[in-house]
């Protein structure tokens, strides 16, 4: 079964609006949570690393004002995508290290369209 | 910085055919090289990995050799199934942030 649990699975919204997507480690816990995205037919790309208890680190390029990242638990971090705009429209993926492990694991991933 | 490059799909085979997904990579350093498969509605899998030169990853007949010479970590099955489709991402880790740097990905589609 899945250990880390990404939602919603897809979300429609209208520009200008927030969008909050949650990524949870269900029977572990994450000190960090790594945030991607992929456009159509490109790579995914590391958008930022989440750190529980401390800001996040984000990957050159990144606004950090508009993909807000909050872990403020063990098992949760989200993402909130603010005043969206059609050309954050993508799918968002997150992924946690299962430490005792050392494997990483990934969440379903959330598209999101912007109208 | 580190980069990795796949082949462009879909790779369209049919059932029992041999695989082959293409996949080098450029980093510093030494880094550990992996595969992983998503189906659909599902999230990444890791498929196998490998984490030092001329190691092979192997995995429900997936195979691939990290070959430091060519910086590459090319994907082979010797009989696909249909229940192989799906998309393949490598990626290469970067150890010292524990972040990956993946692939554009394969969609592979095998027919009956």
């Known amino acids: 079964g899945a250990v880390v649990s990404q939602h919603p699975s897809w979300v429609i919204c209208k520009s200008g609006t927030s969008v909050k997507i949650e990524c949870r480690s269900l029977d572990f816990q994450a000190t960090t949570m790594f945030w991607y995205r992929q456009f159509p037919k490109q790579s995914l790309m590391l958008m930022a690393t989440?750190?529980?208890?401390?800001?996040?680190?984000?990957e050159q390029g990144v606004e950090k004002d508009k993909f807000l990242i909050n872990h403020a638990s063990l098992t949760l971090s989200t993402l909130t995508v603010t005043s969206a705009h059609p050309e954050d429209s993508s799918f968002y993926i997150c992924?946690?290290?299962?430490?005792?492990?050392?494997?990483?694991?990934f969440g379903s991933g959330t598209q999101l369209s912007v109208l | 910085g580190n980069s990795v490059t796949q082949m462009e799909g879909p790779v369209t085979l049919s059932e029992e055919a041999f695989l082959t997904i293409n996949c080098t990579y450029t980093?510093?350093?030494?880094?550990?090289l992996f595969w992983y498969v998503q189906y659909p509605g599902e999230g990444l899998q890791l498929l196998l990995k490998?984490?030092?030169?001329?190691d092979k990853g192997s995995n429900k007949g997936f195979e691939a050799t990290y070959r430091k010479e060519t910086t590459s970590f090319h994907l082979e099955k010797g009989s696909v199934q249909v229940s192989d489709s799906a998309v393949y991402f490598c990626?290469?880790?970067?150890?010292?942030?524990?972040?990956?740097?993946f692939g554009s990905g394969t969609r592979l589609q095998v027919q009956p």
């Open positions: 989440s750190n529980e208890g401390s800001k996040a680190t984000y």
């Open positions: 992924s946690a290290f299962r430490g005792m492990q050392e494997k990483l694991f």
């Open positions: 490998a984490t030092k030169a001329d």
């Open positions: 980093a510093t350093g030494y880094p550990s």
């Open positions: 990626a290469l880790l970067d150890t010292g942030r524990r972040a990956l740097t």
